[in-house]
């Protein structure tokens, strides 16, 4: 079982930047794959990126691609969300999940979730 605990959200300008961290517990982060995902008021929750193993391969979602930035560090059982460039269209609460076998964007492949972390950008 791993637990996941994110941070750093807050108001920010479009244009403006935001990182994102989630902690894991336990002792095994390193053999989870982790993902970011984000729901808007009234809309489904959304793929944002994801991260493998190891760290080597990331992938996203095209409306981020260029902007945000996934990245890991085992040694501190923390996931990264950098977001630069923010948009409106962006603000969301902001989940980062974890999942043992698979590596992508499908939600219900993923087993543990955090609370979340509410993101907002003004105009």
């Known amino acids: 079982q791993v637990q996941l605990v994110e941070s750093g959200g807050g108001l920010v300008q479009a244009g403006g930047s935001l990182r994102l961290s989630c902690e894991a517990s336990?002792?095994?982060?390193?053999?989870?794959?982790m993902g970011w995902f984000r729901q808007a008021p009234g809309k489904e929750r959304d793929f944002v990126a994801a991260i493998n193993w190891s760290g080597s391969s990331t992938y996203y979602a095209d409306s981020v691609k260029g902007r945000f930035t996934i990245s890991r560090d085992n040694a501190k059982n923390t996931v990264y969300l950098q977001m630069n460039s923010l948009k409106p269209e962006d603000t969301a609460v902001y989940y980062c999940?974890?999942?043992?076998?698979?590596?992508?964007?499908?939600?219900?492949?993923?087993?543990?979730w955090g609370q979340g972390t509410q993101v907002t950008v003004s105009s």
């Open positions: 999940a974890a999942s043992r076998n698979f590596y992508g964007g499908r939600s219900r492949e993923y087993d543990h």
């Open positions: 336990g002792r095994t982060f390193s053999s989870y794959v």
